[in-house]
């Protein structure tokens, strides 16, 4: 189960939000390729990017930012969410290096936008499915859909999508713990791997996902907690490691 650290980028600075909320948010560094260099120092094996401003806004936003940490870390595999409506924004991403796309929005509004990406870039998509009580967000999590998670991520693991990433948005920066139960159940439900993101606090969290890991959790994204100093990546990654 990789460990996958996440950084949150709002206005070119590396934030966490809480609950998705963007006028909820603490600015942790103005150098976010440094901090890339801080994880990958402390073992982080991928990368998790959001370009925050651009989930709100439909384009991206944090771009330069995003080069800038592929070009520091060119064999680090990075994926990147918020904001990807465009083929030709995916075009961009993967020729400056990024790994995987992380679609959201347009997956629920548009999912054959997400077809058409598994056709033209193969193993290079995942789609984020962020829910609340079951049901699925969009647009930066202001919205509310009436898709069910487990029947969007269904609908998705024939089209060649590589995971899901899925976020609890009621667990998300508010370090309450993660929704295991929740992701096992969405593990189980699909044939792709899944990447749970949202509410983990300490290495407890790493200790639960990873009995369940074998449902199908392929990794689980870090954030709050490793900016706070509840969990320690290196301590975490030697457990996984012999685990």
Same mark, same amino acid.
């Given at each position: ?31 976010? @390729? ?6 990958? *120092? #402390?073992? /982080?094996?991928? !990368?998790?990017?959001?370009?925050? &401003? ?83 967000? @969009? ?6 859909? *009436? #898709?069910? /998670?487990?029947? !969007?991520?269904?609908?998705?693991? &024939? ?85």
């Amino acid at each position: 189960m990789n460990l996958i650290p996440a950084i949150d980028l709002k206005h070119g600075q590396c934030v966490r939000l809480r609950q998705g909320r963007m006028e909820e948010s603490t600015v942790f560094s103005d150098d976010p @390729v440094s901090m890339a260099g801080k994880w990958v *120092d #402390h073992g /982080a094996k991928r !990368l998790h990017l959001v370009d925050l &401003d651009g989930a709100f806004q439909g384009e991206p936003v944090n771009a330069d930012v995003i080069e800038n940490i592929t070009a520091a870390y060119p064999y680090l595999p990075i994926q990147i969410g918020g904001g990807i409506r465009t083929i030709e924004t995916v075009e961009a991403y993967l020729a400056a290096g990024v790994e995987y796309v992380i679609i959201g929005t347009q997956a629920v509004k548009k999912p054959e936008f997400v077809t058409e990406l598994c056709v033209e870039f193969p193993g290079h998509v995942i789609v984020g499915i962020d829910a609340k009580n079951g049901m699925v967000a @969009v647009q930066g999590w202001a919205e509310e859909s *009436d #898709h069910s /998670a487990e029947h !969007l991520a269904q609908k998705f693991e &024939d089209q060649g999508v590589s995971a899901i990433v899925y976020t609890d948005i009621s667990r998300d920066g508010m370090m309450q713990g993660v929704n295991v139960e929740a992701t096992r159940l969405m593990a189980e439900s699909i044939s792709i791997p899944v990447i749970a993101s949202g509410g983990v606090t300490n290495i407890d969290d790493i200790k639960h996902l990873n009995k369940v890991k074998d449902s199908g959790i392929e990794g689980v994204i870090i954030g709050r907690a490793l900016y706070e100093g509840t969990i320690d990546l290196g301590d975490a990654q030697t457990y996984i490691d012999s685990h």
